[in-house]
């Protein structure tokens, strides 16, 4: 798979989202992801960032979705990582 900013449609290519103390539902994965505080999208075709988060524990995971923001069947997924923020 390559990354490619969102809206161009190239095959084998997507751009990031990262879930923020959230899933997907297997309805929600068939359907763009939606952009708020917990789906950060890089549609840039970006492929880092630095994320200022509340202390607590935090979960974390990154979705490769298509140009349309609609991930992958099967899924290109990261495993969830969880973080404690101090």
Known sequence: MGVAPAGVEKPS????????DT???????????PADDHHLHFGGGQTETTLTLPPGRHTLQ?????????????PVVSPAITSDVK
């Open 62 to 74: 990154l979705v490769l979705g298509d140009w349309s923001h609609i991930p992958f069947n099967p």
């Open 13 to 20: 290519t997507g751009h990031h989202h990262l879930l923020i």
């Open 23 to 33: 899933t997907l539902t297997p309805e929600q994965a068939k359907e763009p992801i």
